[in-house]
């Protein structure tokens, strides 16, 4: 059992910057894959980032490579997404999740899930 919380979410103007956190609990957070979705207003969910157990390999949406930055501390049992140049059209809930298989997160799926942090970006 895997239990996420987000954080680092909040009110920002088009153009700056933030850094969301996932912060997994339970010791075997090196062995999962971690990646970042997001949910705006009247869409689906869509993919923003995932990461493999180790970091040595991610992925992004194509339309956020280059602004964003999926990273890991296997050490601190946390993940990151630094998010820059951040645009109205970001604006979401950012939800994490967690799964032993790589791909699945890659398909928008995974066995856990946070509960999701609000990013609003003014223009």
């Known amino acids: 059992q895997v239990q996420l919380v987000e954080s680092g979410g909040g009110l920002v103007q088009a153009g700056d910057s933030l850094r969301l956190s996932c912060a997994a609990s339970?010791?075997?957070?090196?062995?999962?894959?971690m990646g970042w979705f997001r949910r705006a207003p009247g869409k689906e969910r869509e993919l923003v980032a995932v990461i493999t157990s180790s970091g040595a390999t991610t992925n992004y949406a194509d339309s956020l490579k280059g602004r964003f930055t999926i990273s890991r501390d296997n050490a601190k049992g946390t993940v990151y997404l630094q998010m820059n140049s951040l645009k109205p059209e970001d604006t979401a809930v950012y939800y994490c999740?967690?799964?032993?298989?790589?791909?699945?997160?890659?398909?928008?799926?995974?066995?856990?899930w946070g509960q999701g942090t609000q990013v609003t970006v003014s223009s």
């Open positions: 339970g010791r075997t957070f090196s062995m999962y894959a």
């Open positions: 999740a967690a799964d032993l298989y790589y791909p699945k997160l890659a398909g928008l799926k995974g066995d856990y």
